[in-house]
């Protein structure tokens, strides 16, 4: 097996292990002033209303850790997760669906950007993009503020399950394309079906770097000082 095989399996083994620990939901957070003050390293899940952040949650963590809605725009606070008090995950608010008022709407953009702007904790950001749809306007504002906020993020396709073998195709040299326009952009993804399991061990692998061990005296939602 060649150093490079040998790494990766390795990391594909860090990430099953990380996301084999226990995860607990913390709480709901509508006001940034109420986030957990944890000292962890926090990776969020953002992207459209509907994309599939919480089905992907599921997957990556293997149980039915976060909410699956039918009802797409339903979810409007930030939901964040300990995961084996090695790190933090934030399944953050849908963004795009078009039957939400004006003041929704502000209240989304107030509490995201103080999220971005705040937590320093956030050392990562999943951005999902719809396979089926590639990146909308909505989704290119969303990198625009992961951009200001230089917060870096993946870009991560969902529900290739729907797609043939040429659409994918497609679909990944889309987000190739916005990767490379983007300064906060990491050139790695991940194509994923949290259907059908594909792309979950790789995705589990590249958080794997993210996560780091707590440090002495960290208690889950309790106390602990902003890093
Ligand atoms: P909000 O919380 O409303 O922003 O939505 P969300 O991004 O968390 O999406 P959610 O995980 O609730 O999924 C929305 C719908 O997409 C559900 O009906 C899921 O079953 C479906 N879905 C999610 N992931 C996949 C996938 O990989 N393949 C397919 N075919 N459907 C999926
Ligand atoms: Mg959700």
Request: a positive charge; glycine letters at 6%; hydrophobic letters at 40%.
């Amino acid at each position: 097996m060649s150093d490079r095989a040998a790494l990766e399996k390795e990391w594909l083994k860090r990430g099953q292990v990380l996301f084999a620990q226990e995860c607990k939901f913390l709480r709901p957070v509508a006001n940034f002033a109420d986030m957990p003050r944890t000292k962890l390293s926090e990776i969020a899940f953002a992207g459209r209303s509907n994309v599939g952040k919480s089905s992907l949650i599921n997957a990556l963590t293997n149980r039915k850790t976060a909410r699956v809605s039918n009802t797409p725009g339903r979810t409007r606070d930030i939901n964040v997760f300990d995961l084996g008090t090695r790190l933090t995950i934030a399944d953050l608010p849908g963004y795009g669906f078009a039957r939400v008022s004006n003041e929704t709407k502000d209240n989304w953009r107030e509490l995201i950007v103080a999220y971005l702007q705040g937590r320093t904790q956030l050392k990562r950001v999943c951005l999902l993009i719809d396979a089926r749809h590639g990146a909308l306007e909505t989704d290119l504002a969303m990198m625009h503020l992961l951009d200001l906020a230089e917060t870096p993020f993946h870009l991560v396709l969902t529900k290739i399950d729907k797609l043939n073998a040429t659409q994918r195709e497609q679909a990944i040299n889309d987000v190739r394309r916005h990767a490379s326009e983007h300064p906060a952009c990491l050139p790695e993804f991940v194509a994923t079906s949290a259907e059908k399991g594909i792309g979950i061990p790789e995705l589990r692998a590249l958080l794997a770097h993210v996560a780091r061990t707590p440090e002495k005296g960290y208690k889950a939602a309790a106390g602990g000082r902003r890093a």
